[in-house]
């Protein structure tokens, strides 16, 4: 029996949802589209299946495929991301915010000094915000941009480790639109006796695929999630040199947590194949490609971008002098059927809640096979909905008919 038949209401819904997918301008940075395999390992018979513990050394019987999915997820990893044969692959962290934590966990000490990116100025909620854990368990001394370039400054970044002394410096974002050069934080690391960590989530496919510096020859502990850029299941996977496996692996299981998702690792495997394809390169090459389109082409209509462009797949918007700030600017455009984010910009001074701008990303649209031209296409309705209020029903209309052209993977 199926779920349309048993469950009406639940397949309803998922079908709105499907609709809503496919009708809309998905821009938010760490959103894209899943392929059908994906998909269908997701909602696989693992899902069942309870597997503490690792690859042959399980605590409960009856997982001799299970052990063969996730060492397959491990291998793909380690191709998609050409491991040095001295890395570890862990795969069962449940999402990004237990990864990071669990490393942590691992390497430090409650208490202990970590530097990392201040939320305000692009960094993730685990990177040390004091309404997260990670800020009440740990020390953390916040490094951002500067004001006139909004860039990172790699030296003084080597000033504030130099006054602070961490045990860990984490190189990652959720709102950094310019290339991280992560050999200069190997140099600012070893220059203070660190372990150098990065967080990779926003860029991981850009890194596989070869259009963004990758950190693994540098640093001795990556993370990343797997859908964003990767194009796979809601998940985390952390990679480090082998010295810190073992300790990785306690904080994981049983440190952290219990039996792992063998139906998303499953689609990590699957998302990993699919990262080693040539058409996955050249979606990657796309995705910036448009980035860099859409940045031109919102300057072009007088918005301001905070660094004055992007290098990646993320764009942030300043609204400042637009006469709207951005929690009233989302909400408009997603009645016009353009799906975004309001975010906090370096030196905000408005609140979290309601900052003065908007985060985009071209990872779902690039999916979708929309290339430059069809950016130009977007930036125009934004500027129009964000100039002219009234006319978001019409442009939702419209962005539906466009949508039409564009089918979304997966769905």
């Known amino acids: 029996m199926s779920l349309k038949n048993n469950d009406k209401q639940v397949y309803d819904l998922i079908q709105k949802e499907r609709k809503r997918q496919a009708e809309v301008l998905e821009l938010i940075a760490s959103e894209n589209y899943t392929s059908k395999e994906v998909l269908e390992a997701l909602g696989s018979v693992l899902n069942n299946k309870y597997a503490e513990g690792y690859p042959r050394k399980r605590y409960y019987a009856g997982n001799e495929i299970v052990d063969q999915v996730e060492e397959l997820a491990i291998a793909r990893t380690r191709e998609a991301f050409d491991l040095p044969i001295d890395w570890h692959v862990n795969v069962q962290p449940y999402s990004g915010s ?51 370039s909004e860039r990172l400054d790699y030296m003084e970044i080597l000033k504030l480790a130099d006054q602070h002394r961490p045990k860990l410096i984490l190189s990652g974002f959720t709102a950094y639109p310019r290339e991280i050069d992560f050999e200069k934080f190997r140099d600012i690391a070893d220059k203070v006796g660190a372990i150098a960590m990065a967080d990779i989530s926003h860029i991981a496919g850009l890194v596989s695929a070869g259009v963004h510096m990758s950190p693994i020859p540098f640093f001795d502990v990556v993370t990343t999630t797997t859908h964003k850029t990767l194009r796979g299941p809601r998940a985390g996977i952390i990679m480090c040199k082998d010295k810190y496996a073992t300790a990785i692996d306690k904080s994981v299981f049983p440190g952290s ?26 979606y990657s090459e796309q995705v910036v490609k448009n980035s860099k389109a859409l940045s031109k082409a919102l300057q072009d209509f007088g918005f301001r971008l905070v660094s004055g462009g992007s290098d990646n797949h993320l764009i942030l918007m300043d609204l400042t002098g637009k006469n709207i700030g951005g929690k009233d600017a989302q909400n408009l455009l997603e009645k016009a059927g353009i799906i975004l984010n309001r975010n906090m910009i370096p030196f905000d001074k408005r609140s979290p809640m309601d900052p003065s701008g908007l985060r985009l990303g071209t990872a779902a649209v690039t999916s979708r096979g929309m290339k430059e031209k069809e950016m130009s296409k977007i930036a125009s309705w934004i500027a129009a909905v964000i100039t002219d209020h009234s006319v978001a029903e019409q442009v939702k209309e419209e962005v539906k008919r466009f949508t039409k052209n564009f089918p979304a993977p997966g769905l």
């Open 98 to 148: 237990p990864m990071n934590l669990e490393v942590y966990n691992a390497l430090l000490e409650p208490g202990d000094t970590i530097m990392a990116l201040d939320l305000a100025h692009g960094g993730h909620l685990t990177h040390g915000s004091k309404v997260n854990v990670s800020g009440k368990l740990y020390n953390f001394v916040h490094y951002g941009v500067t004001a006139k």
């Open 257 to 282: 947590q219990g039996g792992p998702h063998e139906n998303a690792i499953a689609g990590i495997a699957v998302a990993m194949k699919e990262a080693k394809t040539a058409a996955f390169r050249k």
